[in-house]
């Protein structure tokens, strides 16, 4: 059962757009992520980052979530930056060749480097207990 699956965080003075996915992201946590990215998408943002760092697992059904917001931000000029360490994760995309489709990022470096200087951010969670 979701656990708290939409709050801020701790990227709220960031200035970028981050969805936070914990725990297992699968069937139960897909709508919840939808939800999530359309609602970043909604506003205008073109460049989203998708945090797993947290994740420990991620089924097709999500990884379906995220390709479309993948296709979603290229149509508008910007790309979906996934963090992402978890070995099983990494696996599932290079298996479904996606590795080399999303940006992926080893750590959440690229927030710091790439964050608007005096801009609110909206940062999404989706917990998966």
Known sequence: MLDQPISEGPYSSEGLPVVVLTGEIDLAAAP???ESLARLLSTGQNDVYVDLLDATFLDSIALGV???ALEQCRESGGDLHL??????ILRVLEITGLSSTFTIHGSREPLLRL???GSGARMEEVTQQ
Not at 83 to 88: F, G, S, W
């Open 32 to 34: 919840s992520l939808r």
């Open 83 to 88: 963090l992402v360490t978890e070995p099983r």
């Open 66 to 68: 995220l390709v479309g």
């Open 115 to 117: 964050r608007p200087r």
